[in-house]
């Protein structure tokens, strides 16, 4: 079992940064992706970015692409999603979520099949 829990969440105006992080616990996770979906109200979920664990590969969906930025820090299993260059198309809630898989399979995988995920955080940009 892997336990996910998102902070950084919050308002902020266009342009502006944010920085979500997700602290995991549970099994270890070197044989895991880990990532960031988000849902915006009266939408599908949709894939932001993930990251391998063990080797550190990083795949973005293209709308955020050069925005935003996935790090990880292994010695304090948490992972970071440093969001610049926020737009009003950004909002939305943003989940933590783990996988046993890759990051490249998260990015084209429906989220649905996820194993983990957090509760959430909510990421609001005015206009």
């Known amino acids: 079992q892997v336990h996910l829990v998102e902070s950084g969440g919050g308002l902020v105006q266009a342009g502006g940064s944010l920085r979500l992080s997700c602290a995991a616990s549970g099994r270890t996770l070197s044989a895991y992706a880990v990532g960031w979906v988000r849902q915006a109200p009266g939408k599908e979920r949709e894939f932001v970015a993930a990251i391998d664990w063990s080797s550190g590969s990083t795949y973005y969906a293209s709308s955020v692409q050069a925005r935003f930025t996935i790090s990880r820090d292994n010695a304090n299993n948490t992972v970071s999603l440093q969001m610049n260059a926020l737009k009003p198309e950004d909002t939305a809630i943003y989940y933590c979520?783990?996988?046993?898989?890759?990051?490249?399979?998260?990015?084209?995988?429906?989220?649905?099949?996820?194993?983990?995920w957090g509760q959430g955080t909510q990421v609001t940009v005015s206009a």
């Open positions: 979520v783990a996988d046993s898989t890759t990051a490249g399979a998260m990015s084209v995988m429906s989220p649905d099949y996820l194993d983990y």
